[in-house]
């Protein structure tokens, strides 16, 4: 099955600092391209993969699950370090949950994390009805396009698969039971305003990591899709200014592959 147009993984060969960044669930590498842009135009090396079953169709999701998207995102991982000298892990939504399981299995190989509106937890009452539901109902409405800023969209499934909703919501019990093990220096940016993910999952994630060096920002003028919002600016000043402040060390321009 072709991707969609905008779906393609990114991928930038830049300086010995690298940055895997992590997209959310049913969306897709569109939704953080203009952050991984903004990063390789900086000179890092950057990468942006597209995680199994998304960026195609519905049913091509359907068939995988949290084992998949986190094998993904763990092979590019570790092909950033046999790279570069340090790693930065980013996400966003669920791509902030894989972001949370790599740092707290990879340790010290991991120099920082950002994470942007990221989810702890499938909520209401639907939610614990997904282990029989989805033997019953194979999709229900999807979750995309949660933006403030008029005339932007995001790239995703208008379908969310039950099969991997269920899997997702075991994923994030996983995740939240591993928080402790996250010590890496860390930046959450969450809006107040999620129609998607509520500010209580990024309250309940500052309270359960382990790390020291910490930061938090209000994305007052954003929804759940920040990337591709008001205040996408803010979100790659901030995570360059950190990456800076870790890793002084920018690194040389490389060339770019990639939608």
């Excluded at 393609?8 to 203009?34: D, K, M, W």
């Excluded at 135009?41 to 998207?69: A, F, K, Y």
Aim: charged share 20%; proline share 6%; net charge negative.
């Amino acid at each position: 099955m072709p991707v969609l147009p905008g779906a393609e993984p990114f991928r930038h060969e830049g300086g010995e600092v690298g940055v895997l960044l992590c997209h959310g669930f049913t969306g897709s590498p569109q939704s953080l391209r203009p952050w991984a842009g903004y990063l390789a135009e900086r000179g890092l090396t950057v990468s942006l993969p597209l995680l199994p079953g998304h960026g195609t169709r519905w049913q091509d999701m359907e068939i995988t699950g949290w084992q998949d998207w986190y094998a993904e995102v763990d092979r590019e991982l570790r092909a950033l370090r046999e790279r570069c000298s340090r790693v930065f892990v980013f996400g966003l939504s669920m791509g902030g949950a894989l972001t949370l399981r790599l740092a707290a299995k990879h340790g010290d190989a991991i120099s920082g994390i950002v994470l942007v509106n990221p989810a702890n937890k499938v909520h209401g009452l639907s939610a614990h009805a997904l282990p029989v539901a989805r033997h019953l109902v194979r999709t229900t409405k999807g979750l995309t396009d949660d933006i403030a800023k008029d005339g932007v969209k995001e790239l995703g499934y208008d379908r969310v698969p039950l099969h991997s909703a269920h899997s997702l919501r075991q994923f994030l019990k996983l995740v939240d039971g591993e928080l402790p093990q996250v010590t890496q220096p860390l930046v959450l940016l969450h809006s107040p305003q999620d129609h998607v993910v509520p500010p209580v999952d990024s309250a309940r994630i500052l309270s359960r990591v382990s790390s020291r060096d910490v930061k938090e920002i209000l994305l007052e003028q954003s929804y759940h899709v920040a990337t591709l919002d008001h205040d996408a600016e803010l979100i790659f000043e901030e995570s360059y200014a950190f990456i800076g402040r870790l890793a002084p060390s920018a690194g040389k321009e490389g060339s770019t592959t990639g939608g």
